[in-house]
């Protein structure tokens, strides 16, 4: 088992739909960094959490530390949105340990 | 520069020659972070540097791979007699502190043939 794992693995929506793509994790964290990959490979920084909720424009990311859980939402979703979104772990117990998710493929169809 | 700079951006090596990547991070950010993303693959962390020392370089893939950091500024990435297995992009990103968000540098892909 997988110390993150992301769900779903791949996404397909309608423009304007509200987008909710999870990530889980078994390890002790001490932050939860949600990025975006662009088609084209760049890496964005969407948030760094380590409790309750961000909100940045559209994207809302949350996190609950007791359920070990964390959701990424993307409301009125937009064909630009299209990207791999990827959860990523700091370690609780070894800081600069960062253990990533293995992405969910997010395609927003016009 | 406004942000993280990475060179070169394009690597095409030998197999059995070294390599060195250069990440110029955002000035004024002292923690530095180090990935690579073989083709089709997630993100694998390589190391950190908190200004110029790594606390643990056990995400390194072999000890053909080397990094250091100085001046707190720019950091090189080494690979020793490099094998095909190391193609992938190396990705550089840099941050105020560990557990702030942290800006990527457009990478550099390395093809070794």
């Known amino acids: 088992k997988n110390e993150v794992e992301q769900s779903p693995q791949n996404l397909t929506a309608q423009e304007g739909e509200f987008i909710t793509i999870n990530c889980s994790y078994s390890?002790?964290?001490?932050?939860l960094h949600w990025l975006q990959q662009h088609p084209g490979g760049g890496i964005v920084s969407l948030f760094m959490l380590s409790s309750g909720k961000k909100k940045h424009g559209r994207l809302i990311a949350t996190i609950n530390i007791q359920e070990k859980h964390s959701s990424l939402h993307i409301t009125a979703s937009h064909p630009r949105d299209s990207a791999v979104y990827i959860c990523a772990v700091y370690s609780e117990t070894s800081y600069d340990k960062v253990i990533f998710g293995p992405g969910t493929s997010l395609s927003v169809i016009p | 520069g406004a942000g993280v700079s990475q060179s070169p951006s394009n690597k095409v090596t030998e197999k059995g020659k070294d390599v060195e990547l250069r990440c110029d991070p955002i000035?004024?950010?002292?923690?530095l972070y180090w990935y690579r993303q073989s083709l089709g693959q997630g993100l694998e962390f390589l190391i950190y540097?908190?200004?110029?020392?790594?606390?643990?370089k056990s995400g390194l893939p072999s000890d053909r791979f080397s990094a250091e950091r100085t001046g707190g500024s720019v950091s090189t990435l080494t690979i020793q007699r490099t094998q095909q297995e190391d193609s992938a992009v190396y990705l550089c990103a840099s941050s105020f502190s560990h557990n702030y968000g942290y800006t990527f540098g457009s990478g550099t892909r390395l093809t070794v043939v």
């Open positions: 390890v002790g964290i001490s932050a």
């Open positions: 000035s004024g950010h002292t923690a």
């Open positions: 540097f908190q200004g110029n020392s790594a606390p643990d």
